[in-house]
């Protein structure tokens, strides 16, 4: 006979079956990711041959923060500044989720984790405020996954695990497990080797409130691939291997080696007769030697000096096959030629980035939109019409000069192309969201002064010429 499970005490076996297979994959992608990571920190093991190194000198651990760099300076490009309507609209429903969440804030730390991990995952929720907008959160994949319809392009399942974030008041060590279900959030916690259910949400959208923010994606793989290649990888280590090869040359020939010849022992002896340390013995500024029985004086010398050039040359050439992987200027990972780079050149190098930023603020915007809409869903209790577009507000990831932005804009508000009063032309200027919007409200300021100049000009009194005194002045 088989007892069933009531829904708010247990899972049932499409529910375990579900996350058994959830936590199979979340499992599996851990140990890559945190390699990732410890890339990202410059915290990974660099393998040696252990030939070049002294055992002394193993706990010797040199850093190089390129993946780090290259990824930084990506994301940095990456600039959400606001959402609005493609119709023109007002656009205070949008603004007021965005600055409940401080997502303009927050996304950054989700783009760095996507270009970092290769994702980043987005859930939406109920705020426990009826009267608060609905939340929206970013989860790293460390603790997240989901399951994938790529046909439909939407998630079937997605589990988050972690410790408790919610108040339920649960011990340290106990895992709190999230399943995310077309129709419902899932709240558990292990117990004697079984699942507790703590909580059900029942949002019935038919979606799992869930999106993944995927970076380099293929059409055979959509969970995404890591900036941090396994190019970047072995460059990576190979940098550090070097740097630390220059150590280990400045403890052994930091200092030049001297050498003396036809010295008797006692040369070697303090005034007590012991022998001196050869450090002792090296850092004698003089060296008072006796001449040998045939009356002639020990020749001293000393051995050229380590010279690490030939090794910092290295360095310059792994700079410089990095940032063609990073796609980004040499200049940036500090490499430096003797003859500085031109203006233009330094564009030029830079315009490869520039192109994978857009592709990324392309992509990434599809994430922020159908948040925002999952959000509206939420709030208003039906999805907003297909037809009414979210627009994501990016800064130019290009970063000209204002004076290159400001030209551009004047040619095209005088060829007639666009309206000088126009929104549009304001952001081809380079103005933020927040400059635009006070650009406006002075505009809506000056136009009501003209207006009331016209009023009272229409009524007989003019409002830059004061009114005669009546009556005689007694002049």
Same mark, same amino acid.
């Given at each position: ?8 005490? =247990?899972?049932?076996d499409?529910?375990? @079956? ?5 936590r ?12 990732l990571?410890a #890339?990202?920190? =410059? ?6 041959l ?11 651990h ?12 990506l ?6 500044e ?12 949008l603004? !007021?989720?965005? !600055?409940a ?8 730390l989700?783009?760095l984790? +996507?270009l970092?991990y290769g %994702?980043?995952?987005?859930?939406v929720?109920s ?6 907008? $609905?939340l929206i ?7 997240m996954?989901?399951?994938? /319809? *790529? ?13 408790d974030q919610f108040? #339920? =008041? ?6 709190l497990?999230t ?5 419902? &959030? ?7 080797g079984?699942?507790?259910?703590i909580?059900? /949400?029942q949002?019935?959208l038919?979606?799992p409130p ?6 380099? @994606?293929?059409? *055979?793989?959509?969970?995404g691939k890591?900036e ?9 280590? +190979? +940098? ?16 030049p ?10 040369a070697?002896?303090d005034?007590?007769?012991n022998t001196?340390s050869?450090?002792?013995t090296?850092?004698g %500024? ?9 009356g002639?004086v ?5 051995f ?8 910092t ?11 063609? @992987? ?5 200049h ?17 190098a830079?315009?490869? @980035? ?10 990434f915007s ?11 869903w939420?709030?208003?209790g039906? $999805?907003p019409?297909? !037809?009414?577009r ?5 800064r ?7 004076? +290159?932005q400001?030209?551009a &804009?004047?040619?095209?508000?005088q ?8 929104d ?7 103005? &933020?969201?927040?400059?635009?919007r006070r ?7 000056a136009q009501? *002064? ?15 010429e $004061?009114e005669? $005194? /009546?009556?005689? /002045?007694?002049l």
């Amino acid at each position: 006979m088989t007892i069933p499970i009531l829904p708010l005490v =247990g899972l049932s076996d499409e529910e375990l @079956q579900i996350l058994t297979m959830l936590r199979s994959d979340l499992f599996s992608q851990r140990f890559k990711l945190e390699l990732l990571d410890a #890339y990202f920190n =410059g915290e990974q093991l660099i393998r040696d041959l252990g030939i070049s190194i002294p055992p002394q000198l193993k706990g010797l651990h040199t850093v190089i923060g390129w993946p780090r760099t290259g990824i930084e300076s990506l994301e940095e490009r990456l600039d959400l500044e606001a959402f609005r309507w493609a119709d023109g609209s007002d656009s205070s429903d949008l603004e !007021e989720i965005a !600055e409940a969440n401080d997502l303009f804030d927050e996304s950054s730390l989700a783009h760095l984790d +996507a270009l970092t991990y290769g %994702r980043e995952y987005v859930t939406v929720g109920s705020s426990d405020d009826p009267d608060l907008p $609905p939340l929206i959160t970013y989860e790293s994949p460390l603790d997240m996954t989901l399951d994938w /319809d *790529a046909r439909l392009r939407i998630p079937r399942f997605a589990l988050r695990e972690s410790l408790d974030q919610f108040g #339920y =008041g649960l011990a340290p060590e106990e895992r709190l497990i999230t399943l995310y279900m077309p129709n419902e &959030t899932i709240f558990a916690v292990e117990v004697n080797g079984g699942w507790e259910v703590i909580d059900r /949400d029942q949002h019935r959208l038919g979606v799992p409130p869930v999106l993944r923010m995927a970076n380099r @994606q293929r059409t *055979a793989d959509r969970v995404g691939k890591s900036e941090i290649t396994s190019e970047v990888m072995s460059i990576t280590d +190979a +940098a550090c291997r070097r740097l630390m090869g220059i150590e280990v040359a400045s403890e052994f020939f930091g200092a030049p080696a001297r050498y003396i010849l036809g010295a008797s022992e006692s040369a070697f002896q303090d005034a007590e007769g012991n022998t001196k340390s050869a450090w002792e013995t090296y850092i004698g %500024r003089v060296l008072a030697l006796e001449r040998d029985e045939d009356g002639n004086v020990p020749e001293v010398g000393q051995f050229s000096s380590h010279d690490p050039s030939g090794q910092t040359k290295i360095i310059d050439l792994y700079a410089r096959i990095m940032a063609s @992987q990073l796609s980004v200027a040499p200049h940036v990972l500090g490499y430096s030629s003797d003859n500085p780079a031109s203006a233009d050149a330094i564009r030029y190098a830079d315009n490869r @980035q520039i192109k994978k930023a857009e592709r990324r603020i392309r992509r990434f915007s599809v994430t922020h939109r159908d948040s925002m809409r999952l959000a509206l869903w939420f709030q208003n209790g039906e $999805p907003p019409p297909k !037809e009414r577009r979210i627009e994501c507000v990016w800064r130019n990831p290009a970063t000209p000069t204002l004076a +290159a932005q400001t030209d551009a &804009t004047v040619k095209l508000v005088q060829g007639g192309i666009i309206p000088a009063d126009s929104d549009v032309a304001l952001e081809m200027a380079g103005l &933020t969201e927040d400059q635009r919007r006070r650009v406006r409200a002075d505009r809506r300021r000056a136009q009501g *002064a003209a207006l009331m100049d016209r009023l009272l000009q229409s009524a007989g009194a003019p409002a830059d010429e $004061p009114e005669e $005194p /009546d009556g005689d /002045d007694g002049l």
